[in-house]
């Protein structure tokens, strides 16, 4: 029977320092995104993907962080799609480096354990596994909702007190300038 939740990580290592990040992410059932380290939110609607656009100070190392569930009911894999880029806000005309899920990211086959260290930036993933990337025609009608992606709708939110799914590990707030936080 396949992990009922599992982590996934996407380390950006750049010729550039960024302070800026705006991610399209959907995954199948739930996610908690993770920015190098702090908690940015999480989503429930798999066919909805979420955007987020974070601000943080200027690195070339970004560590993109997920928590993913399945309803353990359905006794199906997990699955997670995300779109991004990264960027420099201080540049005129700023380098962008773009990413979207595929081997490059790595994950475990099992859940997640321990306090959820595997969200930090110092992580050392050197024995996770590369992610399985579905095959082009197999997923595209999930790949084409990522066109239309609406404001995450979760913010500064992990995942947690839902039915036989561990707890998304808990994390300082990460600055997020969309959608733009509640006054």
């Known amino acids: 029977m396949p992990a009922c939740s599992r982590p996934f990580r996407k380390t950006l290592n750049l010729p550039s320092a960024v302070d800026f990040a705006t991610i399209d992410i959907s995954c199948d059932n739930f996610y908690t995104l993770y920015i190098n380290g702090k908690l940015v939110g999480s989503g429930k609607v798999w066919h909805k993907p979420d955007r987020w656009t974070v601000r943080f100070e200027h690195t070339r190392k970004v560590v993109i962080a997920v928590f993913a569930a399945q309803d353990p009911d359905t ?17 005129k005309t700023p380098h962008v480096t773009e990413f ?77 300038i969309f959608p733009a936080p509640a006054k």
């Open 75 to 91: 006794k199906g894999h997990v699955g997670l799609l995300v779109s991004g880029k990264a960027w420099n806000n201080q540049e």
């Open 100 to 176: 979207v899920t595929n081997n490059t990211w790595l994950t475990l086959s099992s859940e997640p354990s321990g306090s959820g260290d595997f969200i930090k930036t110092d992580f050392v993933d050197s024995s996770w596994e590369s992610a399985w990337e579905e095959h082009k025609k197999a997923g595209e009608e999930y790949r084409n909702a990522m066109v239309y992606p609406h404001a995450g709708r979760l913010p500064r939110q992990a995942l947690s007190g839902l039915k036989n799914i561990k707890d998304a590990p808990k994390a300082i707030l990460a600055d997020i």
